[in-house]
């Protein structure tokens, strides 16, 4: 069973920068899509990047210009580079990657906290 382990989160100030990384625990195969999500208490779980060979990368209007997603095939791994953080970027994030063959992965979350 193919696993997504997330790292790079924690307590943070507001303007600081944080990169989180992904990487699948095997080689996950025709891997159509990938993107990072997050979710805030008390809030739904929302798309925050995307990448796909397809249209490229796409991200939520609120991170537009901060957020950078990026992929390292050869290592398995996805990236979301975050700058300029504020508190409302506070959330648990999550990796995600889609495989036309296998289906959907998940990773199990990583806090981020931006916080003075």
């Known amino acids: 069973q193919v696993q997504l382990v997330e790292s790079g989160g924690g307590l943070v100030q507001p303007g600081w920068s944080l990169r989180l990384s992904c990487v699948a625990s095997a080689s996950i195969f025709s891997i159509a899509r990938l993107a990072w999500y997050r979710q805030a208490p008390g809030k739904q779980r929302e798309l925050v990047a995307t990448?796909?060979?397809?249209?490229?990368?796409n991200y939520t209007d609120s991170v537009k210009g901060r957020f950078t997603i990026s992929r390292d095939i050869t290592k398995k791994t996805v990236y979301l580079q975050m700058n300029s953080l504020k508190p409302e970027d506070t959330a648990v994030y999550y990796c995600?990657?889609?495989?036309?063959?296998?289906?959907?992965?998940w990773g199990q979350g990583t806090q981020v906290t931006v916080s003075s």
């Open positions: 990448i796909t060979d397809a249209v490229g990368t």
């Open positions: 995600y990657m889609h495989s036309r063959l296998s289906g959907d992965y």
